[in-house]
């Protein structure tokens, strides 16, 4: 254990793990409270392309992916609130149109890039520190931001029609929660890969839900789940020798399986015509 | 009652693309009175509310709430307290009720800023006045059917509001908290605020309300409850609703020419 610390690449990789970890956490209590489970899975699709447009014009893949992965959600989000198409139709549109532009970007490339790869199914060994730093960057801005917004988050999350009838600017909230998943995705791609990402944003926030009635101790349980997850499928992966980013998901999904056989919401399910 | 109506709607016609909900209403609600706006299901009401709090815009016709268009509300907005149809949410949220009814000041007390001291005080004094008060810590998905409803009343008065607008505030209620909360309503009215309720269920309704309008699609009628017919209920629910009509509404008399949309 001690050993294993003494490596940089397992010092980055724990840090970056923990960071991201507590992150998706604290984002997927949104996502899963709120019902946008499948946006999620689409920005993280869409950052396919992103990434491979950086690799194509030689800058680093997680800024292109940002700025592509928040063109996808406001896509998303603009397509469905016009009310011409549902959501998920949306989502099922961007979803594939953006992985499919990823691949071509791909084939014009000359020769074959790995590190592609490492994107679509993770690569936490290989974290650089600039890729460190980005995350802190990131994770800083994002966190900063639902601190400022808390009260306002819940709201639009629990009743958004009550935020729009109170004078808050509830679309324009709607599309900072966007913004603000799309950023979590992009940098958590390293860790998981895009194509497992979803699950560490959704898992460890559904585990959560499973064990707490407030809002503010599932966030807590689910950074728990979260950092648990990364750090403990990170140092499993190790020894098991293993792929990190599988071993994560699956750690994580142990987790969610565990909560939910010791639910209390499953013992009393309220009644609605109960009387006061 | 004179003055400057609270809420005016003027040949308001709202759709849903194709679908119009409401046609050419007009209805007009003076401070302090208690209205409740009844119909079959399907036939507007949730629309009606939804255009007098500005999330919905009539494609003809104007709305005027304080005497502004409803989009155009600022300061006014608190003045406003609503409750919405208890399944607008999700009753699994992991919420505590105390923070239910604190949501209500969210807009008064502005963006990024922290509930102040005063507004946990409105919160706590709001679901004292319906009788919550020991609820506070309760999660939102431990309530019943009536302690639920109060705690989302209360969350409209945790804003202090001189007009309340409620959707359907007795579903999924038992009998006796439909009737307490009636009265606590009847007793909010008392104190001064301009109630308005949007219910289907005519009959209990009726012998608390001062003024009782029916909607279906178009406003049928608009008047006293005593003076709301059989004429109007078959109206609604078709012919054979009569039948159902026991109780206090089958007793009302029927007068000629109730129709009128003004009092």
Redesign the interface.
């Known amino acids: 254990m001690v050993e294993l610390l003494g490596y940089t690449f397992m010092q980055r990789a724990l840090i970056s793990g923990a960071l991201i970890g507590a992150l998706c956490a604290v984002i997927g209590v949104y996502v899963v ?1 709120k019902g946008l489970s499948f946006i999620g899975a689409g920005i993280s699709h869409a950052s396919f392309g992103g990434v491979a447009l950086g690799f194509l014009l030689g800058v680093n893949p997680v800024l292109t992916a940002v700025v592509f992965c928040l063109l996808t959600a406001w896509g998303i989000g603009w397509a469905s609130r016009k009310g011409q198409i549902k959501e998920d139709t949306a989502v099922g549109i961007f979803f594939a149109s953006t992985m499919a532009l990823g691949i071509l970007l791909i084939g014009l490339m000359r020769g074959y890039n790995t590190d592609l790869f490492g994107y679509l199914f993770g690569s936490i060994l290989a974290v650089t520190s600039q890729d460190l730093w980005v995350t802190i960057g990131l994770g800083a801005v994002v966190l900063s931001v639902i601190g ?2 808390f ?2 988050l ?2 639009i999350t ?2 958004p ?9 509830a679309e324009k909230l709607y599309f900072l929660l966007l913004s603000l998943i799309a950023i979590t995705i992009v940098i958590s791609i390293k860790v998981v890969g895009i194509v497992l990402v979803s699950a560490l944003i959704v898992t460890p926030a559904a585990a959560a ?1 499973q064990l ?4 503010r ?2 966030m807590v349980l689910s950074v728990v789940f979260g950092v648990g997850s990364t750090v403990g499928g990170l140092l499993l992966s190790y020894w098991l020798n293993t792929a990190s980013g599988a071993t994560i998901v699956l750690l994580s999904t142990l987790f969610f399986f565990t909560a939910a056989a010791f639910s209390p ?1 499953r013992w ?1 399910r ?1 009644l ?5 | 009652m004179d003055g400057e109506p609270i809420i005016l709607l003027e040949h308001v016609t709202v759709a849903y693309q194709d679908l119009v909900a409401l046609e050419d209403v007009n209805l007009s609600v003076q401070p302090g009175a208690f209205l409740a706006v009844i119909g079959p299901n399907g036939a507007g009401k949730t629309t009606l509310l939804k255009t007098i ?3 919905l815009r009539p494609i003809r016709g104007t709305v005027r709430v304080f005497g502004k268009a409803p989009w155009e ?2 300061g006014e ?2 003045r ?1 307290g ?1 409750v ?1 149809q ?1 399944m ?9 009720a105390g ?2 009814v604190l ?2 000041r ?4 502005g ?2 800023r ?2 102040a001291a005063a507004d946990r005080q409105a919160a706590i004094l709001a679901m004292e006045r319906v009788g919550v008060a020991d609820l506070a810590d309760r ?9 639920r409803q ?1 705690v989302f009343l209360a ?1 409209a008065l945790a ?1 202090e509001p001189e007009l309340l607008l409620l959707d359907e505030p007795t579903t ?3 009998v ?2 439909t009737e307490s909360l009636y009265e606590l309503l009847r007793d909010l009215h008392d104190e001064g605020i301009t109630i308005l309720v949007v219910s289907h269920d005519v009959g209990v309704v009726a012998s608390y309300v001062d003024a009782v309008a029916c909607v279906n699609r178009r406003l049928v009628a608009h008047g006293r409850p005593e003076t709301m017919g059989s004429e109007v209920l078959s109206c609604m629910y078709g012919p054979e609703a009569i039948l159902f009509g026991h109780g206090p509404v089958s007793h009302m008399v029927v007068t000629p020419g109730h129709g009128s949309d003004d009092e």
């Not at chain 1, 029609?161 to 600017?169: C, T």
């Not at chain 2, 969210?106 to 007390?109: A, P, Q, S, T």
């Open positions: 409270l400022l917004f009260k306002e819940l709201l629990f009743d029609e009550m935020a729009e009838i109170v004078g808050l600017p839900y707490t009635e407030d809002f101790r599932m919401r009393h309220p609605l015509n109960s009387p006061s | 709090l500005g999330l509300l600022d907005r608190r406003i609503y919405p208890v607008s949410v999700d009753l699994n949220f992991p919420v505590r923070e239910v949501m209500g969210y807009g008064r007390i963006l990024v922290r509930p999660p939102l998905a431990r309530l019943s059917g009536g302690q109060r969350r804003n999924g209620v038992d006796a908290a």
